[in-house]
């Protein structure tokens, strides 16, 4: 097990533990576990007892339960309350938002044991009869619960990348001789996928490759094999002759839209009821018999690509273009490694510079930094900018844009600061109107650089803020103010469909990791991809230009 599975199963123990009232001190103690775990960089599974039990606020106690869970990929204890606890309701606890606390009130009180059955109490108005649950409170959560179900059985892309690579190795070793192909949601970088996808022509061993532990097979048609991974993640592993290959991999890499408009220009252009495409061995062959322009994967969405200027794959952005980590944080706020390490990183992974946009003060929850502790940073930086040489670190801030639309420092120190990433972290549930004027306000404020994560949004989890996109990025143009593609695969905000329209407007757009680690530094690649779907060039991009042209764009007039 991973150190962040090991430490995910020490909050769902808290939060299962906290639905039948046991010890709170001990329901703390596994809170505060999954807290140290998940910031533990070497293997837990490599770690000895003695190193474990020695890391801060794990005892004995959580030693032994790491090991089981090493062993067994089970804990006891956790096994011994989810069968005190409806199925229904342990689902409940999933859902962002909602806590212990309001799932055994609706549980107990309301007598609901699934999410559907509180979903339908919502419905019939159930919940505002209970104290504690008023009208407002009852309307959220409709909005939340909604949300999980539609999100069932979707995955992150960038979560689901790595597994991907594994089975597509496994493809190429067992079938050597084979054409294979990524096809399906990760072809076309969508954000959100359901299946891991894959084309072979030229194999008859196929069903051979779900003979492992981590990949079992489930069915099969004259289409395909179909199964899943240990984790749950659909595999579907399509089949064709060679000499249909074009045919089906275009089929397999587009979307049914683009398909359909695609079909309609190809008829009007053979000026025919229909244009047979069976039995074609390249791409490339389909879009010459169709008469149109070759169109990437990723940009076969819908209909628009058909009529949008021509892209190669070289004409878009690529992660290898970065030049400079936009956006990270440090142990000076809630970051896991030192400022030092952040540094050392981002010059072994080959970038030119690196901003530190620790949390401002308004953001307690993250440990914010407190005017004392940023001017030490500030020292910190100096210190360290003095022993570089081709490489430059940036005093940064992620400020909290407060719900006025105003900065979290004052005048003096925000003029010290080399560029300001302004970000909303609190009061999300402001009306589309208001929202809107909070980052039009902050916009507009002289010393906003870029405009982090608009919606403040988390895939499959929070829709986000409710904003006037046309009006944002109207305002970012008006005031020489970049937008930030937030890179984290769990955000990636703004939304890559809004690309096209900042692009229009003069924006640049910043590819941040928003790295709280070394690691989070790698994620910069998740939002290069998506920005491709968003037609984002390199010349769009403001980190993808050396630190000299860097230095000017961040410069207000």
Known sequence: MTNKQIATAFSDLAKIMELHDENPFKIRSYSSAYLTLRKVEQPLIEMSDEEITALKGVGKTIAGKIRELNESGKMMTYEKY???????????????????KKVKVVWKELGAESIGELLYACNENRLVEIKGFGQKTQTELIKKLELFLNSQH?????????????????????????????????????????????????????????????????KKDKNGFYGNTDEGIPVRIFICEPKEWGSKLFRYSSSSEFISAFLEKAKANANADTVDFKNIKTEKIVFEKAQLPYVLPELRYDESALSMPVVSEDDLIRPEDIR?????????????????????????????YLTITDHSQAAFYANGLKPDRLFEQFAAIDELNAKQKDFKIYKSIESDILNDGSLDYDEEILKRFDLIIASVHTNLKMDEKKATQRLITAIENPYTTILGHPTGRILLARSGYPIDHAKVIDACAANGVHLELNANPLRLDIDWTWIPYA???????SINPDAHSKGGIQDIKYGALVARKGRLTKEGCLNARGQKEFDQLIKKD
């Open 82 to 100: 989810r069968e005190m606890t409806p199925p229904g309701v342990v689902d409940m606890l999933k859902v962002n938002g909602f806590g212990p």
């Open 503 to 509: 692009r229009e407007k003069g924006v640049l757009i």
């Open 324 to 352: 400079g980590v936009v956006h990270a944080h440090t142990t000076y706020s809630d970051g896991i490694h030192t400022l030092e390490e952040m540094v050392d990183e981002a010059k072994n992974l080959g970038y030119e």
């Open 154 to 218: 979707k995955f992150h892309y960038g979560k689901v990348a790595p597994v991907q690579e594994v089975i597509l190795e496994k493809l190429k070793k067992q079938l050597p001789k084979a054409q294979i192909a990524v096809v399906g949601d990760m072809i076309q970088l969508n954000p959100i996928v359901e299946h891991l996808d894959f084309l072979v022509a030229g194999a008859t061993e196929v069903e051979k490759v779900f003979d492992d532990k981590n990949l079992v097979f489930g």
